[in-house]
Structure formats: structure tokens, C-alpha cells
């Protein structure tokens, strides 16, 4: 039988919401204070879900051990603490939505998750929004 | 790629889970406290999930200010603060569990938000009660 | 030494905020959408903080099943999904704000808690608004 | 029409994690401090989510009164202030890992929902940890 | 009679810990991830407590509707998805540390509520970490 | 000025309240659940909040780091995963009720946080039920 386990983590991080070709006009209408030159920042959770068959020995769809590690080199490690439009090379030139984080860190992780197993990711910006995304 | 994405908003109001055509010791025995006539109140809180494709420019499925101010006036302006029984029309003849609730709620939105996008509604009633509601 | 323990409850009732010698506009002025004459209503979350000497032997401040019961009798019992203002005798002639309501439970506890023991309330109203209240 | 709806309760368990044909460094390498022989303990918070037509004149999916009930009887009486390795049959011979507290839980609950009803269980180990199981 | 009431507010800032007295090595070693020269980033949660007489007649300490403006134009107006280094005249010699900041917002508050009324902040700045404050 | 600062931690034990010099009988009425003789267990969460000075310099009452490093050695490391009554010498010979259990912690930290600070503890032990503690 298959469960899915979920793991949530946590990083904080400055972003800045901006498309270069569009005047700033456009982008203040599309993007608000998002906007701002200057960046503002969120403390991110991440949901990440992880669908397979249960080990009938161990009782484990995935050690969470090794999931946890996993998300601390993947996720907090290029992450945490960081300016996301300045200190990573994923969005260099890829505007930081929640749409668009939640999509990076799912390819990163497809990278390093088995292929019978399906991931599944939340991204909690703040309280009140969230984006699911899972590659289809 | 397609997205998910979800805005939480909440309201409060009064209502009583009552069927007309039923005595009122089968109302009692089916809706317990919740057929009082003097009506009982609740903090709702909604979940608004949007899916569809995420705009290669952007980085949006939708942008969250529309989807806010839809919400603000499909959901907040109508139910907030109100007696659901008594000051909306959508619960005159229709008895306001959290499934007809999120039912009705879900009604409204869907003609507001274009086809191309899919919609599931989750709305908690108290802190260990919800229901979901895609319109399937 | 002391210890201060706390137990959470929860009731969700109906209310309108409404001063019998004010105008209608002087209410709504003041009270704004909860002075609907319709009733809205809330879930309300009540925190219970008991302050005394831990009992050398049992390692209690009080035993939580006593408290636990006493809050069934004194709070849940009288205002969980109840209309404040016309179900219970307390709000008859005392406007049911958030101050009052805990003012009222407050001293219906005090008279059941030994006087060697301090009381404090906390009551929540929405996620957002609470208040205080400890006789003083 | 069809709703999903969805009941939380809690229980509050001690478990070992062990798997009797491992030598005890295997179970100390998979385990780590789960394997712990004296056991430690978790407030487990389980969401049951019962899907089905919803009423057309009660507008219930199913009364939540009837499925708390049957939570208490099924889920509170046999796991609450339990250990589980040592006090309950279902888990004499099957380590209590989440997956499979979660997969017993619905075993257990699926006879006793009409068939006609979908069930999925999410059932929170700790804050960040948790396990969705729905029987495929 | 007194009671404390309770607001709950929340802003989304970038800010950057840094003592420019202080060389890059002791920067780092008392600050760590938070002296990231291209800023990190939160979501602040504020909790403002207004301690005073509950009025007689309204039964209000204070309109929670004057307190919630007054938040508006002092806090969000101010900081809500602002560069706390950059964009704000407060910060531009002081450390954005969460103490200062609940200190900065506690003077900017204390100037416009009135003296009979006791203030007190917490501040959130992840999950795990806060700070109180109340000018003593 | 002063401030408080609060760090949150979790941990997962199992423990059995139970005193020797009662008969079972006692034990059973006084304990109910938590007498039993298998042990049960419980995610607490502790926040330890400490008051002093804001560092004019460096605008901190307390390095986090170093609080949170604390914590780990003298919380995480004693207690985590652990039996109460069977893997820890504090609990030998004392009842382990959330209120010797905060008592105990106060107790080890007050030695390794200099004087001119004070401490205070709030455990929690289930969602509902809490207990605060700061040596007077």
C-alpha cells in the first residue's frame, strides 16, 4: 500500500517582485509593493510531500532522516537568510513568485528523489497565500 | 506548468441548521445545539484554491490583489457579520451547513473566475471541523 | 512554589453589540457591522490561567480533570452555541463585548476557585483580537 | 453534489520504533532515537475526511455528530494515554510508525463508513512530520 | 474594572543586523546568516496590548476599529514590505534587531494612545523567536 | 531599556505520573489516563523567555544563537525521545507533571543564564493544557 509522508520546513528570505522588460509603471500595477527596489522578505514553509509504497519490513514510505538532510542542502542551505533575486543563480533571471520558487525547488528535489515516488510541493508565502505545485 | 494556488480569508456570522419540513424533535435529534432558534455564531474560515497554468512572464497563476478583491466582495461583503438565515438571500430556502455554505460560496465565485482554471474551496467551521468543495 | 496553569477551552455563540440608550446611529458609529440586529457570531477561544502552589506530593497546581469539568459546567454548558444576548441571563442588560463576556466568566469562576489561587482570563474573539482580564 | 468533509481529533500516545528481525545497530541506523527500548511519546492530531453526496435536505455529507462518535469509540478509546507497542493488538507485531498508525486507523474506521463513502486519513505525528493514507 | 485588549497585526519586511562600528569578522560571528549584505527577510507578527478601565456604558477598553486604524497608518503604513535598513527614517543608524524594532514601534504607539493606558508589544519574527516590550 | 525574549523548542518524551506512596486506587483517581503503568507520551513545546537590558550596541537583550544552543544541551539533548520517569535522572524520585517538568528545566537553566537576567517558562504539554513557571 502507498502513503504520503510530508516534511515542512522553514526559511526566511528577501525577494523582490520586478519583470525587466516592463516599464516600471507595468510593474507596480502587476506587482504592487512587491515591487519595491528595495526588497522585502517572508519567513517561507514548505510542505513537501513524498507518495510511495510503505516498507512492509521498516514501516517507512522514507526515512524522514534522509528527507530532512535532503531538505536542509537543498532548500535551507540555498535559501535561508539569502536575497533570493541577488544570492542564488535560480533566479537570476526568473522572477521570485511563490509560483516560481515552489517550481525551482521541486526540480532540485525531483533530481534527488526516486522516480516511483511522486513529490508533491506547498509553499506558504505568508498566512493567508500558498501555491501548490507537483510538475504537471 | 500548472500551479495551485490558495488565498485564506475569514469571516463571521450567526447562523441555525434547521430543515423546515421536519418536527422539531427530528431537527433536535439531526442538528443537536445547532437548531437553537436564537442562533449560534462561528469565525469561517475560508481556503480559495486556484489552478491553472502559471504566465512564463509574470510567474502568476492569477494575481492575488484580483483574486483578494473578488473574495472581498463575493465573500466578505456578503457574509461577514451577517445572520446567514436572516440577511442573505442564497440561505433563505437553504439550510446553512458548511457544505452548502462552501457550495453557495463556490457558486458565486465560479462565475467570476474564467474556465481555464480550476476551483476547490475548503471552509473550516470551527477549529477541528471543514469541508471541501470542488462542485464534482 | 508556584506555577501558573492554563486550560483552553472553546464555544461558539451568537452576539450583537447594541446600547439600549443610544441611537441607532450612536450604535453603529461605535459598533459598526456588530451591531447588525440580526446577530453575527464568533468562535470563541478562552484560556483559563490558574496560579497557586504545586502540591509537593501530587506535582499539581490543581488537577486539569477538576478545572477541565468546572469550565464544561460554567462555560460550555452556558454559552456554547448559544445567543448571547437573548439565551443566557448574564447579557440580559450587559452588552456582550469581548471585556464583558470575560469579565462575566471571570466571575463566575472566581466563586468556584479557591481564593488561594489567582484567575486570569484570556478570551479571543477572531484570530486577531483578544483580551485580558483578571478582576483587577 | 459531492463534499469532502473533515473531523480533527488528537490522542496522545508513547511508541517505540523497532523491527525485531534487525540486529540493534540497523535499528538504531533506520530508527535513531525512535528506537529508543524505554519509549518516548507524541500528541498525535488525526484529520478524517468522508467523502460522499451531500444530503439534499439535511445538507449533510454525513452528521459530524455520528463520525466524532465513532472517533471516540474507534480512535480515542484504543489509543489515547496508551503505549502502543504494549497496550493495543494492532500493533503487538507491526512497528507503529506513522505510516502504519495511519494505515490501522483507516482499517479500523473503513468498516464501520458505508462504502459509498471515500476515506482519507492525515494523521500528524508532530508539527512538521505527518503521513496521508487513503487505502491505494 | 480593567482589562487588556489584544490586536494582532502583520508586516512583510526585508531587513539587514549590522553594527557599522564593528569589523566583518565580529559582524558575522555575533550576527551570522542575519548579516547577509543583500538583506534577508519576514513575516513580522505584531501583538499591541492596551491595558486600561473597560467604559461602563460601551463595554470597550478602546475601539478596536480606532486601534486597528491607528496600526494601520503607524505600522503597516510604515513597514509593511519596506527595507527596514533603507526605506525607513528609523533604522537608518539603529539595528533592526527585533528588540529594536518592537522599541521603535512602542515609541511611535505610545505618542498617540492615550497615558491612562498601560502598552505593551510583542513582536514575532519567525515562529520560534519573539520579543516583548513595554517601555520599562 | 529591557526586553523579553522568547525561544520556543520542541520535544517529544513519554512519561507515567505516579506516586509511590499511594495505593493504586488513589493513583488511578488523582492521574486517571496518565497512571498508566505503560507510560504515554507527548510533543511539548517549550517557550523560555528571557528579560535584561537591550545591548545598546548591539541592539540584542541576548544572542539567540547562544539561547538556542543552550536549549539544545540542556533541553533537547536531557529530554528529547526520552522516558521521563526511566531514562533521566531528574525524574527519578519526582512526579513528572508539566509543572515539575518546567520546574526541573527552570531549575538547570537559571545556573547557565547570568542573574541580571530573569526566566521564565511556559510548557506546554497538549494543545489545551500549559503551565508557566518562573521560580517564585
Not at 535551507?76 to 541577488?86: A, G, P, R, T
Request: aromatic content about 8%; charged content about 30%.
Amino acid at each position: 500500500m502507498k502513503a504520503t509522508i510530508c516534511r515542512k520546513i522553514r526559511f526566511n528570505a528577501a525577494h523582490r517582485l520586478h519583470v525587466p522588460d516592463w516599464d516600471a509603471q507595468t510593474n507596480f500595477k502587476v506587482f504592487g509593493k512587491c515591487n519595491n527596489p528595495n526588497y522585502h522578505g517572508h519567513n517561507y514553509v514548505l510542505e513537501v510531500k513524498v507518495r510511495g509504497e510503505i516498507d512492509p519490513v521498516s514501516g517507512y514510505v522514507m526515512d524522514m532522516k534522509i528527507l530532512k538532510a535532503l531538505l536542509e542542502n537543498e532548500v535551507e542551505d540555498k535559501f535561508d537568510h539569502k536575497n533570493l533575486n541577488l544570492d542564488t543563480s535560480e533566479f537570476k533571471d526568473l522572477n521570485p513568485t511563490a509560483e516560481n520558487i515552489a517550481a525551482v525547488i521541486y526540480n532540485n528535489l525531483r533530481l534527488k528523489i526516486e522516480n516511483t515516488k511522486e513529490l508533491t510541493l506547498i509553499l506558504h508565502e505568508t498566512e493567508n497565500n500558498s501555491v501548490e505545485y507537483n510538475g504537471k
